[in-house]
């Protein structure tokens, strides 16, 4: 197959990439659910997956918004974790949107918002994105008074930002060995033992591999689109509809070989033609 960007061969893919990383969480929920604990420190009596709109279906092309692993627990709190290969300078914003569409989602199965459960928006990073100033392994959001930081707004939205390559002093060992599996692949402990299992199981499934074959080819095929064009103009075109199609910024920049300034600067130029 041909590459496109930093795709890689489907045997090199390790856990920390976007697609085998959801479908072994997909496959797998008491992973999920250990991981969720480790990360949280919380215990979770059981998981279940999201069938929702909005839940991800492993393709680009698909309506909705792009949720990597959307999971909620026996008491209706919902999960939301995003692996972030690569840097993202909008985190913050993306956050923000994925929190609304979870709730949006709640209400649309029959909620009102006074009956919103807590969410979690967990972004697993290989390493500190860009606009954080300060170099932390997780950072943990909750909306809180400017004023007096004692008031808490208590609208139970929580963002948790894990940095795996950032320092490991002050971590439970269960999270210190996941971040560096996670950074690095290595296996220091029974969880990343058993995730490692199932990348090496995933990599000899055939189905498995022919769906990533599929998927890389839609891509290319699609950026050939905009490529073709031979203008500027229609590469912007193509990203704009893979952003309304749910494709993250992180999948973007990794088809096309590109930065987020080059995506940026295409889409202003695209807005400039608009108006």
């Not at 959801?22 to 496959?27: F, P």
């Amino acid at each position: 197959m041909s590459k496109q960007g930093n795709s890689k061969d489907y045997k090199d893919l390790d856990f920390a990439d976007d697609f085998l990383f959801c479908k072994i969480l997909e496959k797998n929920l008491d992973l999920t659910k250990e991981i969720l604990e480790v990360i949280l420190n919380i215990k979770i009596t059981k998981l279940k997956a999201v069938i929702s709109q909005r839940s991800l279906k492993l393709t680009p092309f698909d309506h909705g918004v792009r949720l990597d692993i959307y999971v909620q627990d026996e008491n209706e709190t919902s999960y939301d974790i995003e692996m972030q290969a690569t840097n993202e300078p909008s985190i913050g914003k993306r956050s923000r949107y994925y929190h609304g569409m979870i709730d949006l989602d709640s209400i649309e199965n029959g909620s009102t918002y006074s009956e919103l459960k807590k969410s979690y928006v967990i972004f697993v990073c290989k390493k500190k994105p860009s606009s954080f100033e300060i170099n932390l392994p997780i950072y943990t959001f909750i909306r809180q008074c400017q004023e007096d930081k004692r008031v808490d707004l208590k609208d139970e939205s929580i963002t948790v930002v894990l940095n795996a390559n950032g320092p490991k002093e002050g971590l439970s060992a269960e999270l210190s060995s996941l971040l560096t599996y996670i950074n690095t692949s290595l296996v220091t402990d029974e969880l990343s033992s058993r995730l490692e299992k199932e990348v090496e199981d995933a990599r000899s499934s055939t189905e498995w591999r022919i769906e990533y074959m599929t998927w890389q080819m839609k891509l290319d095929e699609t950026y050939r689109m905009g490529r073709d064009d031979g203008i500027d103009l229609g590469k912007a075109q193509v990203i704009s509809q893979l952003i309304q199609a749910g494709m993250t910024m992180d999948d973007i920049t990794k088809a096309l070989n590109c930065t987020n300034e080059d995506v940026e600067e295409l889409l202003k130029n695209l807005d400039e033609e608009n108006e």
